[in-house]
Every structure is written in structure tokens, then in C-alpha cells.
């Protein structure tokens, strides 16, 4: 009892905070477009954690949809019709494409392997970025286009204008596929997922059958990810082969890891920190790939449980 | 059409050596210790730093001697210090730490060397072709694929003969057993990290020769070793030779065709094989799952 009480306190607490953050971020050197950037690769960071923290599979190749997203949105946008939303829903579609086929590919393969195979085939979508120039810009990124007002037919909300609008804009989405993640999690299909986390062969011996399950979460992962990736490209106005490469994966992972993989508002006190952290170093150095590089590995070896898994240890002592 | 196709392959065949050069180590440390080595290219690029930075007091010949040596040496102290913490722990965590260190290394070398490609020189008698017909069939190609085959040929006699070998590959299968038999675990995981450093430190060298010097040298080559592991087979050395060797024919006769999907082509490679023998080429049924 004490437990659900507290976790309602917790909630409340964070989407307090998230939906005054515009107000607040200021007074701790922050400004709009970085909560928004918060925002976005938490999200990103969360729907990653669905598959490392809720199912126990680890992927290392999570940047590839992300990317795909962020051209899927931007390519819609420049070549096929001008609109927000279809933009992110063909980001989003032809990154469940291509996570259903290589879903079905991986499946099988666990732990390390399951890693090593993610990330190699995170770089098809890297080289087709990097390589295809007339389309998607090669190197430079696709640029040329921007974000457009939503239409809803009675009037128009333009959210590129005004950070602060697309602030809640990128708020709204990311409860949506929050809240959804959070039902999905509660539910049948979740329990199995933790089943599955917890002891593979005892949940194959129960009947339960693994493979389709550890596919549903992975393209459950994916997608909500791609969403990350188109809401990235239409704050940035601007999609980077970066964004696919396996460096953006390492990022998100070490985000859930950060705030901590075993809770579900970990990975997005991970991104916080990374965010914040990356932006505030990589004004101050030119070396900030050592001190990323350094985080990362002390990090692992002094603070492997994250902020959460700190704060429950706390609390249980 | 004919040279052109023997130049590509010829080509792919060198680049799938580094390739194998580098998914050996990386297996290696792999199947006896679990953990992916994220930082091997950046060993690789230590070991072509060292090298250009000895040369001008022991040549060539000397640094091709010591700098996979000494890289051998950096590798042995990073297990020691690090790596070793996170055994029998998720592999999450050696995965993040060997990414993170392979960002500091990159970082470090840019920092210490300057972020400009560095002319890496070898002897002359080297540079030049083998025959005014095959342009392309430099000296120095050749030696490297010698090299190359006699470094391999060299570690699976030392796997298959010596008693460290042995004892690395029977870890390799069962760890518990092998330690419960009296083998130091420690010592020997330590110095099967070193060994895999020292073939990432030798690929580093020969490749500074080849391409020059970059701090981000060894990023392109990790991915495809990465690919030539799984094509080859999980668990399996042989196979990763031969991942390798196929996946860089395969890229160099791509390239004749169809340049711009050269790098791409090794992915699809890898995705069949994913559908039509999970375990690899030649893998143990059974590491899979």
C-alpha cells in the first residue's frame, strides 16, 4: 500500500516537473530547445529500456531507428507532401518495417550476440544515409526542409515558431507513448516480458513462446524510438547520419543505464543528466569525447545501479 | 575487365585480412571471456601510432617488431584494471566500458598525434609494384597477406599445440571445469586479452602502411569484424578466418559492380546467413541460444 502510494507521489512529482520545465529550466542555465531535447532522448532512452530493462534483451543498435525516423520525417517532408504528421507517421512506419524484418532475423540470438548483430545491422542504415547523396544528403545531413504547422481544419498551430509550443507538442507525444508503454507494461503481455527477464527457460517451459514475444517488444521498442528520432529531426529542422550511427546507440543505452535500467522513469533522469551534462562539456573542450568516454566507464564501474537503483537502496536501508 | 575484377578481389582479399585479423582477437576474448571488445579498434589504432612514432629510432622493421608488442603490453594492463572487474556481470556493463574506452582512445591519440592523416613510410623496395601487368600487386600488399597467414598460421599453433593454447580453448567451452581443474582462470583470461590486443596491435601497423595514419583508423574496421564473426560462426576461430576472407572478397567484387553498395553488401551477407544457419558457417550448434 505504502509502495503504490509513494510511486503516485513519484508520478506526479515527474510530470509536474515536466510540464513546468519551460518555466524552470532557465534559472538552472537551461533554455526551451534543450528540455525539448530532454524530452525527445528520453523518450528515446524509455522505449530502449522496454527491450534492455523490461524484456532483458540487450540492444546496441537502437541509433537505427532513431535515424530512420528522423530522415523518414524529413524525406516526407522535402519530397512527398507537406505535412508534420504524415511525416512522422511514414518515420514511424518504415521503421517498424524494417525492425519486423530484422526482428525476425535476431530473434534467436541473445546477450552478446544479440548486441553484436544489432549494431552491425544499425550500419546498413548508416551507409544507406551516408552513401544514397542525391537523396538524403550524404554526409551533410538532409537540410531543405522544415517543420510545418499542424492544420487541424478549423485553424492552424504552429509549432516550429515558438519553442515553447513545441515543447508541449513533443510533451504530448511523449505521453502518449508513455502512457502506452506504461498499459503495456501493466498488462498480460508485460508480466510474460518480465518472465522472460527474469528466467528465460522457466518461461519456456511454462508454454510461453519466447521468440514472438521478445519480437513484439523489440518492435514495440523500435517504433516508439522512430517517434523519438522524428520529433529529434523536426526540432533540429535537420537529419544527421549521426543520428543512425552506433555511437547514438551507446548513448541511449548508457542513459537507461544512468538513471536506471530496472525502473521505468530511469531512462529519462539518464537522459537529463547525459543531456545536460554533454551540452555543458562540449561548450567548454574540444576533448569531450574523453570525458564522455570517461563518464561511461566510471560510470560502469561505480555506479552501475543508476540514480534509481541508488535512491531504492537508500530507501531500503 | 578481367585485371579489373583480379585487382578487386585481390584488393578484398587484403582488406578481408585485416578484417580477420581483427575478428580473431575479438572472437578470442569473446568466447573466453564473453565480453565484446568495443576498444579494439582503438588498439588498433595505438599499435599504428606506436609504430610511426618508433620507427624513427628502430625502422620498419623494428617497429612492425615492437609496437604490437607494446600494444600487447596496454592491452594486458587494461584487462587487469578494468575489464577484469566486470566478469560474471551483465554484459551490458563490458560492452559500456570497452565503448567508452574506445571513445578516450580515439580522443587520445587525436590529442597526442594531431587529428591529420600522418604519411606512415615503408622501405622503398616495398612500395614499388611486383610487375608493370599487375600495378596493383605492390610488394607491400603482398607481404601483408603473407603476414597475415603466417600470424595466423602461427596462433592456431600456438591454440592447437602449446598448453596455454590448449587451455584457452578449453575455457573457451567450459570455463568452471578448466578452473576447477587447477588453471588459474585470472591469469589466463589476462593473457588471452593480451594476445587478441597484440593481432589488433600487428593489424594497426600493417594498416598505417596501407592507409596512413587516423585517429579514426580502426572504426571502419570493427563493424565488418564484428560481421565476419557471425558469417563465420559463433565460438569458432576457423570460422572467423574465413568470415573474414569471404566478407572482404565479397565487399572487393561488389565494388567492381555496384561501388557505392561495397559496404553495404557484407550486411546482407550477414542477414542470410542470419536466416539460412543462424550459428554461422562454421559454428557449434547450440552457442546460439
Not at chain 1, 168 to 173: D, I, R, T
Not at chain 1, 179 to 184: P, T
Amino acid at each position: 500500500m505504502n509502495s503504490t502510494l509513494n510511486r503516485q507521489i513519484a508520478n506526479a512529482l515527474i510530470w509536474a516537473l515536466l510540464l513546468t520545465m519551460p518555466y524552470w529550466i532557465g534559472f538552472v542555465g537551461g533554455y526551451t530547445s534543450l528540455a525539448s531535447r530532454v524530452v525527445v532522448l528520453a523518450l528515446a532512452a524509455m522505449s530502449l529500456n522496454f527491450l534492455l530493462g523490461f524484456t532483458g534483451v540487450l540492444s546496441f543498435g537502437h541509433a537505427a531507428y532513431f535515424g530512420i525516423g528522423a530522415y523518414g520525417v524529413g524525406m516526407t517532408i522535402k519530397y512527398l507532401a507537406p505535412s508534420t504528421p504524415l511525416g512522422i507517421l511514414v518515420g514511424m512506419g518504415v521503421a517498424a518495417a524494417a525492425a519486423a524484418i530484422i526482428g525476425t532475423l535476431i530473434v534467436r540470438l541473445r546477450s552478446v550476440y544479440f548486441a553484436m548483430v544489432t549494431i552491425a545491422f544499425g550500419q546498413v542504415f548508416y551507409f544507406i544515409a551516408y552513401r544514397w547523396n542525391a537523396v538524403t544528403g550524404g554526409d551533410d545531413g538532409l537540410s531543405g526542409w522544415r517543420t510545418l504547422p499542424l492544420d487541424f481544419g478549423i485553424g492552424k498551430l504552429d509549432i516550429a515558431g515558438q519553442p515553447l509550443t513545441f515543447y508541449y507538442f513533443v510533451l504530448a507525444l511523449f505521453a502518449v507513448a508513455v502512457g502506452i508503454m506504461a498499459l503495456l507494461l501493466r498488462s498480460p503481455f508485460g508480466r510474460t516480458l518480465l518472465a522472460i527477464r527474469e528466467n528465460e527457460r522457466r518461461a519456456r517451459f511454462l508454454g510461453i513462446p519466447v521468440e514472438q514475444h521478445i519480437w513484439m517488444s523489440w518492435l514495440i521498442s523500435c517504433v516508439f524510438v522512430s517517434l523519438a528520432g522524428t520529433l529529434y529531426a523536426l526540432l533540429n529542422n535537420f537529419a544527421d547520419p549521426h543520428d543512425l550511427r552506433w555511437d547514438q546507440s551507446g548513448d541511449f543505452v548508457i542513459m537507461a543505464v544512468l538513471g536506471g535500467m530496472r525502473s521505468f522513469w530511469g531512462p529519462l533522469i539518464g537522459a537529463a543528466i547525459f543531456v545536460v551534462l554533454q551540452d555543458y562539456i562540449s561548450s567548454q573542450t574540444e576533448n569531450w569525447m574523453s570525458f564522455i568516454g570517461l563518464f561511461f566507464v566510471l560510470i560502469v564501474l561505480f555506479f552501475p545501479r543508476g540514480v534509481v537503483g541508488l535512491l531504492r537502496r537508500k530507501a531500503a536501508s | 575487365m578481367t585485371q579489373l575484377i583480379l585487382f578487386n578481389v585481390f584488393n578484398g582479399l587484403i582488406i578481408g585480412a585485416f578484417y580477420a585479423l581483427m575478428a580473431l582477437g575479438l572472437s578470442m576474448i569473446l568466447n573466453l571471456s564473453g565480453v565484446i571488445n568495443f576498444a579494439h579498434g582503438g588498439f588498433l589504432a595505438i599499435g599504428a601510432y606506436l609504430a610511426y612514432s618508433l620507427t624513427p629510432y628502430i625502422g620498419f622493421w623494428g617497429a612492425l617488431a615492437v609496437a604490437p608488442i607494446l600494444t600487447a603490453i596496454i592491452g594486458l594492463l587494461v584487462e587487469r584494471v578494468l575489464i577484469r572487474r566486470l566478469y560474471g556481470r551483465d554484459p551490458l556493463y563490458s560492452l559500456l566500458l570497452t565503448f567508452g574506452l574506445a571513445f578516450m582512445i580515439e580522443d587520445g591519440t587525436r590529442y597526442l598525434w594531431g587529428p591529420e592523416t600522418l604519411p606512415f613510410t615503408i622501405p622503398d623496395w616495398l612500395a614499388s609494384p611486383l610487375s608493370s601487368d599487375f600495378f596493383f600487386l605492390t610488394g607491400y600488399r603482398v607481404f601483408m597477406v603473407v603476414l597475415v597467414l603466417v600470424t595466423v598460421g602461427a596462433l592456431f599453433l600456438v591454440l592447437n599445440r602449446t598448453r596455454l593454447g590448449i587451455r584457452i580453448r578449453a575455457g573457451s567451452d567450459d570455463l568452471e571445469t578448466v578452473s576447477v581443474l587447477g588453471v588459474n582462470v585470472r591469469i589466463l583470461r589476462n593473457l588471452n586479452f593480451g594476445l587478441g590486443i597484440y593481432l589488433a596491435g600487428l593489424a594497426g601497423v600493417l594498416a598505417a602502411g596501407m592507409l596512413g595514419l587516423q585517429p579514426t583508423i580502426g572504426n571502419e574496421l570493427i563493424m565488418p569484424s564484428f560481421v565476419a564473426i557471425i558469417v563465420g560462426g559463433l565460438g569458432s576461430l576457423p570460422g572467423t578466418l574465413l568470415g573474414g576472407l569471404l566478407i572482404g572478397v565479397a565487399s572487393g567484387v561488389t565494388a567492381v559492380f555496384f561501388p557505392s553498395a561495397s559496404e553495404a553488401v557484407i550486411y546482407v551477407m550477414m542477414g542470410l546467413v542470419l536466416l539460412i544457419r543462424p550459428r554461422g558457417l562454421l559454428g557449434e550448434e547450440g552457442r546460439v541460444l
